[in-house]
T-cell receptor, first 112, second 112 residues
């Protein structure tokens, strides 16, 4: 089954404690991206990757890092989380530009 | 810059009522347009799309027509069901780029 898998689904942490949210897709998609969803703001893109070792900033990259060492994986790293990064995070992938996005189920992050 | 504007929610309807969710866009060029739906606790999934002016996308009783003259892509359904309760996102994307722009989402609640 074609899918994007994110882990964990829920995460509560404290300010400054490094964390990683994993994302994996099994569709051999070149393009992957991370979004955060906040009430009244919709989805905002954090980072995206067009292929292995190729990443670029989205609209709200501050405080986040990503890596793309393999085609299927695209982890999101928060080196020093802060409360304003409390949000619902989604990983997504697609085959080519302007095609539909496949989304993971989301990670609800709370930073205390 | 490019943007998508959706009507604010929440929209509350009785079962079998007619649904319209407005979406307008601003874009330099000719984007593809999408409607995504997010059911509670899940990631977004594609509902329908249209790739050029006057195209009509349809799926599960929902329809939207790409109107270039009014830069709109309004979502409609003739008779909503309780199971249609979800958040609906309008989005645009350009072929040849990796940019995807989402609206802020419109929450729909359908009462039995």
């Amino acid at each position: 089954e074609a899918q994007v898998t994110q882990n964990p689904r829920y995460l509560i942490t404290v300010t400054g404690k490094k964390l990683t949210v994993t994302c994996s897709q099994n569709m051999n998609h070149e393009y992957m991206s991370w979004y955060r969803q906040d009430p009244g703001l919709g989805l905002r893109q954090i980072y995206y990757s067009m292929n292995v070792e190729v990443t670029d900033k989205g609209d709200v990259p501050e405080g986040y890092k990503v890596s793309r060492k393999e085609k299927r994986n695209f982890p999101l790293i928060l080196e020093s989380p802060s409360p304003n990064q409390t949000s619902l995070y989604f990983c997504a992938s697609r085959r080519t530009a302007a095609e539909k996005l496949f989304f993971g189920s989301g990670t609800q992050l709370s930073v205390l | 810059g490019d943007s998508v504007t959706q009507m604010e929610g929440p929209v509350t309807l009785s079962e079998e009522a007619f649904l319209t969710i407005n979406c307008t866009y601003t874009a330099t060029g000719y984007p593809s347009l999408f409607w995504y739906v997010q059911y509670p606790g899940e990631g977004l999934q594609l509902l329908l799309k249209a790739t050029k002016a006057d195209d009509k996308g349809s799926n599960k009783g929902f329809e939207a027509t790409y109107r270039k003259e009014t830069t709109s892509f309004h979502l409609e359904k003739g008779s909503v069901q309780v199971s249609d309760s979800a958040v609906y996102f309008c989005a645009l994307s350009f072929s040849g780029t990796y940019k995807y722009i989402f609206g802020t989402g419109t929450r729909l609640k359908v009462l039995a």
